[in-house]
């Protein structure tokens, strides 16, 4: 069998309404000012779907930020992987800040998240080491343990009790090779909108010996007192061992760093494939994080003002009756019950009839029947968005119930 035959046939489940989709449903263009209001298909779109938490991405001191420091470098520079030649007065400054902020002794830079957090596992573990990790965790997660050559045991989302049955196993197993355990988890589970349950997998470090690696992707920035994140929301920041987060959400940027002990963080320096073999952060992105970081420091009102609309959005919804699941983070999932099919005509309609865009997930990502929307609040939402946004989630609810979504053919996507 030829092997792209093979891939033509089947593209993959999230592929399977590609024909009718694409550019509408997957591939949209957002385009304009990254901002509450964008342009969508020609036609201005209330915007639920960008991680953009603290409305850094247009924040003018963060444009000016970035377009003097890419004047001043361009992109390239430092050219080359950090070790060798990629290396700046900026982006060790970079990693002090940071570890200031998340409360560790060291900082590494780290130029993808997803890589990040896959490299950074591959190079904790070696085969004789055990892996326990969350049901639930990110792909970059999943994927990092699929590299794994030892052991690993998966513990039920959350669920401290099953955890602890995992860590017997693994703390068995352990003993037997000669290995060591390390236990991985969110801060935040973008989907649900969860916590991890911090405090719970850290009470256990009593009974148990293993480190913790916690991705904080989206607590970082909007979760405890100084914006440090999950763990200092949940006043455990101090026993994270490895504490892990990306400039892609409340930075809005690229790039991501990894926290702790400093002569851990020394041994990845050395150990990180997907940094030894790649190259560095570029300076404006440095430079700009460096403001960012500056913003989330001194301008505590914008996690403030972030708030203000999580607690008015997720507290509007409840009150209309909307199942918003259990978050307990700004993600914002609201959860209803219907077909793929439905879950098409549904959104096209909010989308062209009601002007808002958000984001869905269907089957397989959610079991069969359930259409989950997801909004993602920022701090540069207005109430009047708000208000505007539970009204039209009402009127669709009411569509849904009464069946007018049931129809046949997939949403006529000529009107977009
Ligand atoms: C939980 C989590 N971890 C890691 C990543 C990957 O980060 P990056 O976009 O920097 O690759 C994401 C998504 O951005 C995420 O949601």
């Known amino acids: 069998m030829d092997l792209f035959e093979k891939l033509s046939s089947n593209m993959g489940p999230l592929a399977l309404h590609a024909d009718e989709a694409k ?11 990254i901002a509450p209001r964008m342009m969508f298909n020609g036609e201005e779109r209330l915007i639920w779907s960008l991680n953009n938490y ?47 902020f998340v409360q560790k002794e060291d900082t590494m830079l780290l130029n993808f998240g997803y890589q990040g957090v896959l490299s950074i596992i591959d190079a904790v573990v070696d085969r004789h080491d055990v892996i326990v990790y969350d049901a639930e965790s990110h792909a970059c997660i999943i994927d990092g343990v699929r590299l794994h050559q030892g052991k690993r045991f998966v513990y039920a989302h959350n669920d401290m009790e099953n955890l602890e049955k995992q860590l017997g196993r693994a703390t068995k197993l352990a ?12 801060g935040v589970f973008g989907m649900s909108g969860n916590q991890g349950d911090l405090k ?15 991705d904080d992707a989206h607590g970082f920035g909007t979760l405890g007192k100084t ?3 999950a763990g200092e929301e949940q006043g455990v920041q101090q026993d994270i061992d490895l504490y892990f987060s990306t400039f892609a959400k409340s930075m809005a940027s690229i790039g991501a760093f990894v926290s702790g002990d400093k002569k851990i963080i020394e041994y990845l320096r050395y150990n990180t494939r997907s940094q030894i073999f790649a190259k560095s952060v570029p300076m404006p992105l440095v430079i700009g994080a460096l403001k960012r970081l500056e913003l989330l420091q ?23 009756g909307f199942n918003i699941g259990t978050t307990k983070s700004c993600v914002t999932p609201v959860i209803l019950n219907g077909t793929v099919e439905e879950a098409l ?5 909010l989308r062209e009839n009601y ?14 029947g359930i259409i989950m929307l997801r909004l993602i609040p920022t701090a540069a939402h207005s109430l009047d968005d708000v208000e505007m946004t539970i009204k039209a989630f009402g009127a669709i609810k009411e569509k849904l119930a009464n069946g007018e979504y049931q129809k046949n053919e997939v949403a006529d996507l000529s009107l977009g």
């Open 23 to 33: 550019g509408y449903y997957t591939f949209p263009k957002l385009e304009g000012e």
């Open 54 to 100: 603290l409305g850094l991405a247009n924040h003018p001191e963060v444009r000016k930020a970035d377009a003097d420091a890419t004047a001043a470098y361009g992109l390239a520079y430092p050219m080359g992987a950090r070790m060798m030649s990629g290396n700046s007065t900026n982006h060790e400054l970079l990693e002090e800040e940071l570890s200031k």
């Open 175 to 186: 003993e037997k090779t000669g290995g060591a355990i390390l236990v991985i988890t969110e």
């Open 200 to 214: 719970g997998v850290i009470e256990l470090k009593k009974k148990y010996n293993f480190r913790l690696l916690v």
């Open 227 to 229: 914006g440090a994140g």
């Open 298 to 320: 001194t301008q505590p009102e914008i996690k403030a003002n972030l708030w203000k609309v999580v607690d008015a959005l997720q507290g509007g919804l409840r009150k209309e």
């Open 345 to 349: 005509h549904l959104i096209h309609d």
């Open 355 to 368: 002007g808002i865009f958000c984001s869905i997930v269907v089957y397989p990502v959610v079991p069969k």
